[in-house]
């Protein structure tokens, strides 16, 4: 794909949502890495439900220590992996007291040092909360990039690193929170929605839907 299509691609997602946004609900850094590590392998809407309750009652590192491994377990018992992202909350928690004064690290080395969080989580991170042009790539923007041709490669790592050399720096700030979006609710993995895609006639997937009932 050339040049001149990326941008064309971004410019028309631009045009839908000048703003774009992540779909977790937070209300600073710390409840932002919250919902980012639960949402593996969940919804955001799941995501948004647990931690709606969890944050009126234990929304910064100590609270959320205070309340111990079944405590927490209890608001977020309807997440897969609960258990498991208990722990590693509970850890990062203690890390991030310990280390950062209760603080959200802004720089990937030391995010990625906290218990639950990768790579992918990290990016969200940096871009979301601190503002950096990150793309975290997850199932989604890998279908986005391949299917349409924007940064195809084999593996998430390799997306990745396309995208930041590709997409037209005006639009790497956001790019994130668009190729998500489109993936989420039209690029679907099942079923894309080309005949109402925006982007239909700039999208290199050969195997386009001619109905969205097909």
């Given at each position: 794909?050339?040049?001149?299509?990326?941008?064309?691609i971004?410019?028309?997602?631009?045009a839908?949502?000048?703003?774009p946004?992540?779909?977790?609900?937070?209300?600073?850094?710390?409840?932002?890495?919250?919902?980012?590590?639960?949402?593996?392998?969940?919804t955001d809407k799941?995501?948004?439900?647990?931690?709606q309750?969890?944050?009126?009652?234990?929304n910064?590192?100590?609270?959320?220590?205070?309340?111990?491994?079944?405590?927490?377990?209890?608001?977020?018992?309807?997440?897969?992996?609960?258990?498991?992202k208990?722990?590693?909350?509970?850890?990062?928690?203690?890390?991030?007291?310990?280390?950062?004064?209760?603080?959200?690290?802004?720089t990937?080395?030391?995010?990625e040092?906290?218990?639950?969080?990768g790579?992918k989580?990290?990016?969200?991170i940096?871009?979301?909360?601190?503002?950096?042009?990150t793309?975290?790539?997850?199932?989604h923007?890998?279908?986005?990039?391949?299917?349409?041709?924007?940064?195809?490669g084999g593996?998430?790592?390799?997306v990745?690193?396309?995208?930041?050399?590709?997409?037209?720096?005006?639009f790497?700030?956001?790019?994130?929170?668009?190729?998500?979006?489109?993936?989420?609710?039209?690029c679907?993995?099942?079923k894309?929605?080309?005949?109402t895609?925006?982007?239909?006639?700039?999208?290199?997937?050969?195997?386009?839907?001619?109905?969205?009932?097909q």
């Open positions: 794909m050339n040049r001149a299509r990326r941008q064309e971004f410019n028309r997602l631009r839908a949502n000048p703003i946004r992540t779909e977790l609900e937070f209300s600073s850094p710390f409840e932002l890495l919250i919902a980012v590590i639960l949402s593996a392998q969940a799941s995501v948004n439900l647990a931690t309750e969890l944050f009126r009652n234990a910064t590192p100590r609270k959320l220590l205070q309340l111990g491994q079944a405590g927490l377990e209890q608001y977020i018992r309807r997440i897969g992996l609960y258990r498991t208990a722990r590693n909350i509970l850890a990062a928690c203690k890390l991030l007291l310990e280390r950062h004064g209760g603080a959200v690290p802004s990937r080395d030391e995010l040092q906290l218990p639950g969080v790579r989580t990290a990016s969200v940096l871009n979301t909360a601190f503002g950096e042009p793309i975290a790539v997850d199932t923007i890998f279908r986005v990039a391949n299917r349409t041709g924007i940064a195809p593996n998430v790592l390799e990745e690193r396309k995208l930041l050399r590709s997409v037209p720096e005006e790497r700030r956001d790019a994130h929170h668009w190729l998500i979006l489109h993936g989420r609710y039209v679907k993995a099942r894309p929605e080309c005949p895609c925006r982007i239909a006639d700039l999208c290199e997937y050969r195997k386009k839907t001619v109905s969205s009932k």
